[in-house]
Nanobody, 123 residues
Framework: QVQLVESGGGLVQAGGSLRLSCAAS????????MGWFRQAPGKEREFIGT????????LYADSVKGRFTISRDNAKNRVYLQMNSLKPEDTAVYYC????????????????WGQGTQVSVSS
């Protein structure tokens, strides 16, 4: 079965950086568009960004543009979220998701989701 497992979360001070990783199994990874989302307590799940199957095209939410970078390694079946200049408002559970498509996708209709990893940013 398809599994997505996020890792790399933790506690960091404002202005710091973290790199999240999402390991995928049970699918032909290079055929899937990947997305990153987050959900803060009491808030709805928020789209962060997406990367196409080959990794040469990305799209980001305005709230993270210029600070976060998504990349992927199809040989390792992994997608990454590099987060720089972190702010307390970035505190949330971060999820990766997979959609069986080649193109970027900004919506929420992804086919599979990971269990999430907690990111906490202190001021």
């Amino acid at each position: 079965q398809v599994q997505l497992v996020e890792s790399g979360g933790g506690l960091v001070q404002a202005g710091g950086s973290l790199r999240l990783s999402c390991a995928a199994s049970g699918l032909t990874f290079s055929s899937w568009t990947m997305g990153w989302f987050r959900q803060a307590p009491g808030k709805e799940r928020e789209f962060i960004g997406t990367i196409n199957w080959s990794g040469d095209n990305t799209l980001y939410a305005d709230s993270v543009k210029g600070r976060f970078t998504i990349s992927r390694d199809n040989a390792k079946n992994r997608v990454y979220l590099q987060m720089n200049s972190l702010k307390p408002e970035d505190t949330a559970v971060y999820y990766c998701a997979a959609r069986q498509a080649k193109a970027l996708y900004r919506g929420y209709a992804y086919d599979y989701w990971g269990q999430g990893t907690q990111v906490s940013v202190s001021s």
